[in-house]
C-alpha cells in the first residue's frame, strides 16, 4: 500500500493559510526531500531549503522540477553551523525538523 502523503490538502491549506509565501525570500530548516517546499516555493521569490542528511537532501535536488530550479536551491547543512545572512529571509519555516 503506497503512502499519500497530506490527501485532502489539509496541511498545504493550514501552511499558506499562516504565511503568504508570494514573493517572500523563505529558509526551509530540515527540508529533508523536499516534500513541504514543493508546496509553496512555487509563491515564494526564492528558498534556501537546508537539511544535514545528504541522502536527502540529493533525493530533493533529483525532483527538483525544472520550473522551480531558479527559484530553489537545496543544501547540505546544519542550521547551528551554517553561515547564513541575518537579514537574508522573510520567512523561516521548520517542518518535522525538531
Do not use: N, Q
Amino acid at each position: 500500500m503506497a503512502l499519500t502523503i497530506d490527501p485532502k490538502g489539509l496541511e498545504t491549506r493550514a501552511m499558506h493559510d499562516l504565511i503568504d509565501f508570494r514573493g517572500k525570500d523563505v529558509l526551509e530548516v530540515g527540508c529533508g526531500d523536499g516534500r513541504v517546499t514543493w508546496r509553496y516555493a512555487a509563491d515564494a521569490a526564492t528558498v534556501t531549503a537546508i537539511d544535514p542528511d545528504v541522502a536527502t537532501v540529493e533525493a530533493a535536488k533529483d525532483a527538483l522540477p525544472e520550473k522551480l530550479r531558479s527559484t530553489v536551491s537545496f543544501r547540505v547543512a546544519d542550521v547551528t553551523t551554517i553561515d547564513l545572512p541575518h537579514d537574508g529571509y522573510d520567512v523561516a519555516m521548520f517542518s518535522s525538523s525538531l
